[in-house]
């Protein structure tokens, strides 16, 4: 059974309503047109209910465009690119068209490769097939609140090394030489590795949460069997379906979630229907592990902005 959950924050003349859909994560927030013009207290009640929920979704918000997308994130933060894949149009909106081969098919948390990857990702539906091409979300706060004693000690004590150059082929066997080209030459460009702490404390909510995902290339200190061995264990608690939402698009549907608390897999099951969204992101902090050392960057030593929390000023050729 849903409820509803009803805030003071005018929008549009109307009441602004958040209405859990599912246990542990994701609420369809309603009452509430998209854009740039809200209020400032509409913004923060929006704000809060991620926050609160990890993901929301609004419906009919069809009026939206690169522009107004944009001017809605500057109302939670600071829009910023992608690190090394162009936008599709505007500043900040990245395609994610299937017609390119984006389709996310792997449990992951945006941008983790660099040190202060987004703390909100905003994603619009342009065109949805007619089946499939849902998107699951999954709740690591839960994740590790739902861990034993023991498992929580062990976590809390261990750093993983993200990056963005790993196996696409492997995870993409059907894939056409033309996809895997382009993911070496745009999303590999640069390529980054970062150590982050395997439990990040959220810097807003203060709740501890599971950083893993698909950039994960080993646990600091370990070799490839147990490293492997240790993040299948606690990504299997991520992925638990009691800890997941499902969302099945209609156009002018938005999402928002907080990266910082949350994975996500774009479920690749559409067959050759297109499938093309726009997303923006919100700037984020370097995490913090539960001993208070920072995530850092490894390789390139800076890259130019936006710095993603990366130093700038040196060179980054021949990375």
């Known amino acids: ?25 994701g609420a369809e927030v309603g009452g509430v047109r998209l854009g740039g013009d809200l209020d400032s207290e509409t913004a923060a009640a929006i704000r809060n209910a991620v926050l ?20 809605f994130a500057e109302l939670l933060g600071t829009p910023v690119a992608h690190p090394t894949v162009p936008s599709a149009d505007g500043r900040y909106a990245l395609g994610i068209d299937s017609e390119h081969g984006a389709r996310a098919n792997q449990w992951h948390t945006d941008v983790t ?30 994740a590790y609140a739902q861990l034993p004693a ?9 750093r993983a090394l993200h990056s963005n150059a790993y196996d696409y082929a492997a995870l993409r066997p059907d894939a056409v030489p033309e996809a895997l080209a382009q993911f070496r030459e745009v999303f590999t460009s640069t390529a980054f590795l970062t150590e982050h702490p395997v439990v990040r404390v959220h810097s807003e909510t203060g709740e501890r949460s599971l950083l893993l995902g698909n ?14 061995a240790l993040v299948d264990l606690f990504q299997a608690h991520v992925e638990s379906p009691e800890n997941t ?6 156009a002018g549907d938005v999402a928002i979630w907080d990266n910082r608390a949350t994975q996500h897999y774009g479920v690749d099951d559409s067959d050759d229907h297109e499938r093309t969204l726009r997303r923006v992101t919100v700037d984020g902090d370097v995490p913090v592990g539960p001993d208070g050392v920072p995530s850092r960057l490894i ?4 890259v130019p ?15």
């Open 52 to 71: 609160a929920h990890k993901v929301v979704f609004f419906r009919g918000q069809d009026h939206l465009d690169e522009a107004g997308h944009e001017a």
């Open 215 to 228: 950039f994960v290339q080993r646990i600091v200190g370990l070799g490839g069997r147990d490293s492997r």
């Open 113 to 142: 490769f660099v040190p202060a990857y987004p703390a909100f990702s905003i994603l619009r539906a342009v065109t949805v097939p007619p089946y499939g091409g849902n998107t699951l979300w999954a709740n690591t706060a839960a």
């Open 1 to 25: 059974m849903t409820t509803a959950t009803r805030t003071d924050a005018p929008a549009g003349g109307d009441t602004l309503t958040v209405t859990r859909i599912g246990g542990r994560i």
């Open 245 to 250: 939402v499902r969302w099945q698009w209609r």
């Open 150 to 158: 023991a498992l929580k000690g062990l976590a809390d004590g261990l």
């Open 305 to 319: 902005e936006p710095s993603y929390g990366i130093p700038s000023g040196a060179s980054t050729a021949g990375v």
């Open 299 to 302: 390789s390139p030593e800076a």
